[in-house]
């Protein structure tokens, strides 16, 4: 029999799936959610007056099969099947950084946030937050996490910029960060430490403010020394991304 899920379900996002951010503020929802009368904690997300959920959180809850096909771009759920972690069709594999299991998106939403807010407070419009931004920076995070490549090209010698498939005029720039926090956790510390820092720097401060850009994405991850990197990719141009290249995970 399959499972019921009660709550308030709005909207559903999946990792590296379609154009499903926008830019506007996203906050944690506090709204309750039950599995057949069960309450369950599964993290939700308030835009525009709305609750977001995780597709893959919500696949787990009702043991569906759920998948992002790269390939065709489209979101596969299965319910003759039951969720599993590697669904077939993710063309963009789980790096091993040492951070798995680790969900860093609230933390990515607030540096997001903060962009926007230091793009207002300087007489610019917001940046989108992008799907297609946000999987281009996590490769660039995980990259950076699993070879300790910390510079401004991929592990591998190729231009940041391939780490997405695109077509037009793809005007990109990366902001790269690394904060130790000495084993706290990051919940509340790191997306201000890191965005006061890149605030401070004459070349980050001006990605951030440049008034090309249209879209952006943050990625972070773990190194298997406990340092965080913290990755933002900025946009402009019209172009279209047709895919994301997997991470470079050796040098």
């Known amino acids: 029999m399959k499972k019921f899920l009660a709550g308030i379900l709005c909207g559903a996002v999946i990792f590296g799936g379609v154009n499903a951010y926008a830019a506007v503020l996203a906050e944690r929802s506090s709204h309750k959610v039950t599995v057949d009368g069960v309450p369950v904690a599964v993290e939700a997300y308030v835009i525009n007056g709305s609750n977001y959920f995780q597709l893959r ?71 989108t937050m992008d799907d297609d931004l946000m999987a281009v920076a996590q490769v660039r995070a995980d990259e950076v996490a699993a070879t300790l490549a910390y510079r401004h090209e991929r592990p591998d010698g190729r231009k940041t910029k391939t780490a997405a498939k695109y077509t037009g005029d793809f005007r990109y720039g990366e902001n790269l960060g690394a904060k130790d926090l000495g084993g706290r956790s990051p919940e509340g510390i790191l997306a201000e430490k890191q965005f006061n820092g890149w605030n401070q720097s004459t070349d980050h401060r001006e990605n951030i403010l440049y008034d090309v850009y249209h879209s ?36």
């Open 57 to 127: 959180d919500l696949g787990r809850l009702l043991d569906v099969g759920v998948a992002w096909n790269n390939a065709t771009r489209t979101v596969e759920i299965s319910t003759g099947e039951g969720y599993t972690e590697e669904e077939p069709g993710q063309t963009v594999p789980k790096p091993s950084t040492g951070n798995a299991g680790e969900d860093f998106y609230d933390i990515r939403v607030e540096i997001v946030n903060m962009t926007n807010d230091l793009r207002r407070q300087n007489g610019l419009p917001a940046l």
């Open 216 to 251: 952006t994405g943050v990625g972070i991850a773990q190194d298997r020394y406990g340092m965080y990197y913290i990755v933002q990719s900025f946009a402009g141009g019209d172009y279209t991304i047709t895919g994301i290249d997997a991470p470079v995970l050796s040098k």
